[in-house]
């Protein structure tokens, strides 16, 4: 959370009017309520206007307490990544049927709770569009198909970093630059340059 807050302090700064949310890092609200409430209200201190936790089950408890008090939640189901490990890997969610029904009562459940929106992430098209279209408050995909109600993507892959860290990206990713490369061909021409004794040079030196 200290890390977190520094950023959030950050953003706030720098885009005073747009709707902030601090999504809660992992350990800032599984302990207890009481966690969960303690760090949210540090988000908002530090200019954020909502927060974002993971999952459904007894996670819906949490973000009736948040709401309760005033804090606006947006909840997340799927991929949840702060549960990766418990997953096995980033795969995709949901394709059960018991498993899909699980996510739409936990959907129902969050937005009872209070939740203004929703993340969906990692799950099937068509279950993606079934919870849009059975809530009331706004869906926002990611890898979950177009018929959320907003789209997120990872600034890192949007960008077209990611494939050059990993050497591939998901497959609902589409990067819309390639500056992994560019950023990598840049460092490398700088260091030769350096090396060769190319740079700094006369003309990039004050007389």
């Known amino acids: ?71 606006p939640v947006m909840g997340h189901l799927g991929l949840t990544p702060q549960s990766v490990n418990a997953f096995g890997g980033l795969k995709v969610q949901a394709r059960s049927a018991g498993d899909r029904e699980h996510l739409i009562a936990d959907a129902h459940a969050l937005e009872d709770a209070g939740a203004f929106a929703l993340v969906l992430e990692g799950i099937p098209r068509d279950l993606a569009k079934q919870v849009s279209q059975e809530l009331t408050i706004p869906t926002i995909g990611i890898g979950a198909g177009p018929d959320c109600d907003a789209q997120v993507l990872v600034i890192h892959d949007l960008l077209g970093i990611t494939g050059h860290l990993r050497g591939s990206v998901p497959k609902f990713v589409k990067p819309y630059a390639d500056l992994g490369d560019r950023i990598v061909s840049a460092a490398r021409a700088f260091a030769d340059d350096v090396r060769e004794g190319r740079f700094p040079d006369d003309a990039h030196s004050f007389h």
Do not use: N
């Open 1 to 71: 959370m200290t890390e977190m807050l520094h950023h959030a302090r950050a953003v706030a700064r720098g885009a005073p009017e747009r709707l902030l949310v601090g999504d809660l890092p992992f350990g800032a609200y599984q302990r207890s309520c009481a966690d969960a409430i303690d760090s949210s209200v540090e988000y908002l201190k530090a200019g954020m206007h909502a927060i974002k936790l993971e999952g459904g089950g007894w996670v819906v408890e949490t973000v009736s307490r948040l709401t309760q008090r005033g804090i």
